[in-house]
C-alpha cells in the first residue's frame, strides 16, 4: 500500500467500541489500522487473510489438507516485532 498512501475511511468515522478489519497484509498496520487504534479502537489486520488464502492454495495444488491453525500460529509468531 506504500504506493497507495491514505486510508478510505475519514479518522471522524473511527470511534470505540467500533471494530476496524483491514484485509490488506503489506504492511499489515496499514494508515487505517493505526488511525483506529489512536481512536482507541479495536483493529484486526490481514494477516488472515494472507494465511488462509496459502491454506486453500496448498490445498488445491497438492490435494493434503494443510494444519491452517499450525500455519496461524507461525505467522503469527513470524510478525510479533
Known amino acids: 500500500m506504500v504506493k497507495?498512501?491514505?486510508?478510505?475511511v475519514p479518522d471522524v468515522t473511527l470511534r470505540p467500541p467500533l471494530w476496524v478489519a483491514d484485509i490488506v497484509?503489506?504492511?499489515?498496520?496499514?494508515?487505517l489500522l493505526a488511525s483506529a487504534?489512536?481512536?482507541g479502537g479495536s483493529v484486526l489486520n490481514g494477516g488472515g487473510v494472507a494465511v488462509f488464502q496459502a491454506v486453500e492454495a496448498f490445498r488445491?495444488?497438492?490435494?493434503?489438507?494443510p494444519q491452517a491453525d499450525r500455519m496461524l500460529a507461525h505467522?503469527?509468531?513470524l510478525t510479533a516485532g
Open 37 to 39: 487504534k489512536a481512536k
Open 60 to 65: 488445491h495444488f497438492t490435494g493434503v489438507a
Open 4 to 8: 497507495y498512501p491514505g486510508q478510505a
Open 75 to 77: 505467522f503469527r509468531q
Open 25 to 31: 497484509y503489506f504492511p499489515l498496520e496499514t494508515a
